[in-house]
T-cell receptor, first 113, second 117 residues
Framework: AQSVSQHNHHVILSEAASLELGCNYS??????LFWYVQYPGQHLQLLLK??????LVKGIKGFEAEFIKSKFSFNLRKPSVQWSDTAEYFC???????????FGKGTKLSVKP | NAGVMQNPRHLVRRRGQEARLRCSPV?????VYWYRQLPEEGLKFMVY????????ESGMPKERFSAEFPKEGPSILRIQQVVRGDSAAYFC???????????????FGSGTRLTVV
């Protein structure tokens, strides 16, 4: 079945630590990949997306993600997190010609000041 | 801000009542998607609509749930005879459609938090 897996349910970091959140998907065809962030009580905001080309994608707020096709992965990274990055992060994949996105269960990030 | 507008933000219903959730897409977007978010879970796809058409309703429960996106007006997600298990956040997203690869992406609304008491 088509699915998206996020490995970490809850990540706790101190400010200035580096971040990497894992995302894997199960689909052998063409994919479009997204990372969204949801701050407490708010709607989802797009951090970055990948369609084609350079597999290293840069997004807003210093985030980046790398698409590794052979590993079916699209991990999110940030070199130095801030307290304001505390939020929930969702990986989402559009698989083939489907219109909808399939979401992972999300990773809660807590950054200690 | 001409983003996706959802209302109400919060909705409380007693068991057995009907819930109507509204979604006005970004101006110019003709594709609407509804997702449900349960506590500790990600967003689960429910239904994908274009104007006056349901494209994919594979994520919709077979009973009590329906959705429409009329030619004029917002998209409506309707839940009849609500039960406690329907309590969740319901998010709507809109897009230009899959053919617009450059600008493709979803814009999400702020969601409607349904509580069934």
């Amino acid at each position: 079945a088509q699915s998206v897996s996020q490995h970490n349910h809850h990540v706790i970091l101190s400010e200035a630590a580096s971040l990497e959140l894992g995302c894997n998907y199960s689909y052998g065809g063409t994919v479009n990949l997204f990372w969204y962030v949801q701050y407490p009580g708010q709607h989802l905001q797009l951090l970055l997306k990948y369609f084609s080309g350079d597999p290293l994608v840069k997004g807003i707020k210093g985030f980046e993600a790398e698409f590794i096709k052979s590993k079916f992965s699209f991990n999110l990274r940030k070199p130095s997190v801030q307290w304001s990055d505390t939020a929930e992060y969702f990986c989402a994949v559009k698989m083939g010609s489907q219109g909808n996105l399939i979401f992972g269960k999300g990773t809660k990030l807590s950054v200690k000041p | 801000n001409a983003g996706v507008m959802q209302n109400p933000r919060h909705l409380v219903r007693r068991r057995g009542q009907e819930a109507r959730l509204r979604c006005s897409p970004v101006k110019g977007h003709s594709h609407v998607y509804w997702y449900r978010q349960l506590p500790e879970e990600g967003l689960k796809f429910m239904v994908y609509l274009q104007k006056e058409n349901i494209i994919d309703e594979s994520g919709m429960p077979k009973e009590r749930f329906s959705a429409e996106f009329p030619k004029e007006g917002p998209s409506i997600l309707r839940i009849q005879q609500v039960v406690r298990g329907d309590s969740a956040a319901y998010f709507c997203a809109s897009s230009l459609g899959v053919r617009d690869r450059v600008n493709y992406g979803y814009t999400f609304g702020s969601g409607t938090r349904l509580t069934v008491v």
